[in-house]
């Protein structure tokens, strides 16, 4: 029933999404159709269809909206300074870090980048301003990190390859560190284990210089 109407809903999302987003916008339509298979009206499952589309496409651009906003904010009560380096650190990130491997990549870079460097308040805003502009990026809310600490939860539509995950990345709204990361796995493959699942997480307390 839906396979007819599928062609027509993508054109409809990717006219109001950037393509990152589409499809996961489109895998996530169909989903939560199948899901109530049992509600769908016969005679208007096209209608319907369309109806949740609007609202997946709805929720993901505010959720867009959100992120960036909030970035903002917290990269302005960073850094006063004009100069915050967002368009160097942007290419920066891309070093080991294809960007054909889509918007969750860019979270991996900056969490090899806080964990292998110490960031003062300027790159701190730069890399935040990067984030901010990552396609697809939605705001989770606020959230309690592994440490216990209170920070806002970002993640960006997955379009890597492999298993299905979701990449979440928090931050401190205050400072702009990067508290956590986190890597949910969807599907489990030929994996012994029960899904969904976090697989690999990281805790970031301390961001300092040793001594030589």
Request: with cysteine; proline share 5%.
């Given at each position: 029933?839906?396979r007819?109407?599928h062609q027509a809903l993508?054109r409809y999302?990717?006219?109001?999404v950037d393509?990152?987003?589409a499809a996961d916008?489109?895998?996530?339509i169909f989903a939560?159709?199948?899901?109530?298979?049992?509600?769908v009206?016969?005679?208007?499952a096209?209608?319907?269809?369309?109806?949740?589309?609007?609202?997946?496409?709805?929720?993901h651009?505010r959720?867009?909206?959100?992120a960036?906003?909030?970035?903002?904010?917290?990269a302005?009560?960073?850094?006063?300074?004009a100069?915050?380096?967002?368009?160097?650190m942007?290419?920066y990130?891309?070093?080991n870090?294809?960007p054909?491997?889509g918007?969750a990549?860019?979270l991996?870079?900056?969490?090899?980048?806080?964990?292998?460097?110490v960031l003062?308040p300027a790159?701190?805003a730069?890399?935040?301003r990067?984030?901010?502009e990552v396609?697809?990026l939605?705001?989770?809310?606020?959230?309690?990190?592994?440490a216990?600490?209170?920070?806002?939860?970002?993640m960006?539509?997955?379009?890597?390859?492999?298993?299905a995950?979701?990449?979440t990345?928090?931050?401190?709204?205050?400072?702009?560190?990067?508290?956590?990361t986190?890597?949910l796995l969807?599907?489990?493959g030929r994996?012994?284990?029960?899904t969904?699942?976090?697989?690999?997480?990281?805790i970031?307390?301390?961001?300092?210089?040793?001594?030589?």
């Amino acid at each position: 029933m839906y396979r007819e109407h599928h062609q027509a809903l993508e054109r409809y999302v990717r006219r109001r999404v950037d393509d990152d987003s589409a499809a996961d916008l489109v895998a996530e339509i169909f989903a939560v159709a199948w899901r109530r298979i049992h509600d769908v009206p016969r005679a208007d499952a096209r209608l319907w269809l369309f109806g949740v589309g609007r609202n997946v496409v709805a929720n993901h651009l505010r959720g867009s909206g959100r992120a960036y906003r909030l970035i903002e904010k917290v990269a302005a009560n960073t850094v006063t300074q004009a100069d915050d380096h967002a368009a160097a650190m942007a290419v920066y990130l891309t070093e080991n870090h294809p960007p054909g491997n889509g918007p969750a990549e860019i979270l991996a870079a900056m969490a090899d980048l806080v964990r292998d460097r110490v960031l003062g308040p300027a790159r701190r805003a730069a890399l935040l301003r990067v984030l901010a502009e990552v396609p697809g990026l939605i705001y989770r809310g606020g959230t309690t990190d592994r440490a216990g600490r209170r920070g806002e939860a970002f993640m960006p539509p997955n379009r890597h390859g492999g298993l299905a995950s979701e990449r979440t990345l928090i931050v401190d709204p205050v400072t702009g560190r990067l508290l956590d990361t986190e890597i949910l796995l969807l599907e489990k493959g030929r994996l012994d284990v029960r899904t969904p699942c976090v697989y690999q997480y990281e805790i970031h307390t301390v961001s300092e210089f040793a001594d030589p």
